[in-house]
Nanobody, 125 residues
Framework: QVSLVESGGGLVQAGGSLRLSCAPS????????MGWFRQAPGKEREFVAR????????EYADSIKGRFTISGDIAKNTVYLQMNSLKPEDTAVYYC??????????????????WGQGIQVTVSS
């Protein structure tokens, strides 16, 4: 397994922006895709966005479409999540995830084998 490290979280007012980053810690690795999930208190972990390295194609959850953008640097296996027009309901712990190969639905956490520890994003109203 690979250890992933998220950065860039914090506290922001509604309407503000944050940029999350995720990079592998330690050994290098190659992945098929990387993505972001989030988990709010008392809720299940939910899909946010995913990018496939070979095609650059991305998928987004409906709740953040048009406000968040996923991008990355394949050479560094680093993925970013630009979050604009943040809302209080975006408050959650955000997790970075990597999939070494295609295993199924992109929105299913079980199809990702490597995870970060998570980083808190808090949006105040």
């Amino acid at each position: 397994q690979v250890s992933l490290v998220e950065s860039g979280g914090g506290l922001v007012q509604a309407g503000g922006s944050l940029r999350l980053s995720c990079a592998p810690s330690g050994r290098t690795f190659s992945s098929y895709a990387m993505g972001w999930f989030r988990q709010a208190p008392g809720k299940e972990r939910e899909f946010v966005a995913r990018i496939i390295w070979s095609t650059g194609s991305a998928e987004y959850a409906d709740s953040i479409k048009g406000r968040f953008t996923i991008s990355g640097d394949i050479a560094k296996n680093t993925v970013y999540l630009q979050m604009n027009s943040l809302k209080p309901e975006d408050t959650a712990v955000y997790y970075c995830a990597a999939a070494s190969r295609y295993l199924g639905a992109y929105y299913y956490p079980g199809n990702y084998g490597d995870w970060g520890q998570g980083i808190q994003v808090t949006v105040s109203s």
